[in-house]
């Protein structure tokens, strides 16, 4: 079966300081990745997705990147943490099977920037 | 841009009540997915729908895609106090690999 793991879960950094958060999934082989960030009380805002190793779509211009190393890895960071950048921040998986476009989340990774 | 609305934000009813939501888009989706989201915790898919008119079920939850596709609804029967929590649409259109969120329903159930 195919799990998705996220690492820490939570995280206190100052402003300034840089960022990596990181997101494995094991159980499947090439699988969609996405980063989205969910303010408290608030929807889902999809940062990032990515199809394939090195490939990388950004949906919100921000203080933010994402890396894709290998297969089943995927990587959040920033430079320079912004007070903004504080949130609730999810990885999530789509196998390539269709018609199961079933989409999977992480447990999330809790993030505030003082 | 896609904008998919989710009615309502929020709801309280009674333990055992039956609770509707809905999602509808500005545009055609070929997928529809519905989550629950618990706090502090990623969300976790209930339902997921692929064709034009499909009624789907997972125990007490029904959810149904839309003929125009372009909308879905996710019905509970009997609530009970485990159904608290905040509840997602997701929508894929076709050709593309993202999923546009609704806002949430947030469901409170008294006892």
């Known amino acids: 079966s195919q799990t998705i793991h996220q690492w820490p879960a939570t995280l206190v950094q100052p402003v300034g300081s840089p960022l990596s958060l990181e997101c494995t999934v094991e159980?499947?082989?090439?699988?969609?990745l996405y980063w989205y960030r969910q303010a408290a009380g608030r929807g889902l805002q999809l940062l990032f997705y990515s199809v394939g190793i090195g490939q990388i779509s950004s949906e919100v211009p921000q203080n933010l990147s994402a890396s894709r190393p290998q297969d089943r890895q995927f990587i959040l960071s920033s430079k320079k943490l912004l007070l903004s950048d504080s949130g609730f921040y999810l990885c999530?998986?789509?196998?390539?099977?269709?018609?199961?476009?079933?989409?999977?989340f992480g447990p999330g990774t809790r993030l505030t920037v003082l | 841009g896609q904008q998919l609305n989710q009615s309502p934000q929020s709801m309280f009813i009674q333990e055992g009540e039956d609770v509707s939501m809905n999602c509808t888009s500005s545009s055609i989706f070929n997928t529809w997915l519905w989550y629950k989201q618990d706090p502090g915790e990623g969300p976790v898919l209930l339902i997921a729908l692929y064709k034009a008119g499909e009624l789907t079920s997972n125990g007490r939850l029904t959810a149904q895609f839309g003929i125009t596709r372009k909308d879905s609804f996710l019905n509970i029967s009997a609530s009970i106090p485990s159904d608290v929590g905040i509840y997602f649409c997701a929508g894929q259109s076709p050709g593309t690999y993202k999923y546009i969120f609704g806002t949430g329903t947030r469901l409170k159930v008294l006892a």
């Open positions: 999530a998986w789509k196998g390539l099977v269709n018609p199961h476009n079933e989409q999977f």
């Open positions: 159980g499947t082989s090439n699988p969609n």
